[in-house]
């Protein structure tokens, strides 16, 4: 499995981004682990050990 970065455009509602950003969330992070997550690559305790 290739392990390149790929840039991904993203558009979410101005609350939401505000409300991520004031709990300083990483969206790249976040969206790795929830995409593997959702193919079954990573289970759900592993990702809380990651926070």
């Not at 970065?5 to 505000?18: F, G, Q």
Request: aromatic share 6%; charged share 35%.
């Amino acid at each position: 499995m290739e392990n390149k970065a790929v840039k991904k455009t993203l558009t979410i509602p101005k609350w939401l981004n505000d409300a991520a950003e004031s709990e300083g969330i990483n969206f790249s992070q976040l969206l790795q682990i929830a995409f593997k997550e959702r193919l079954g690559m990573v289970k759900k305790g592993e990702r809380d050990a990651k926070r």
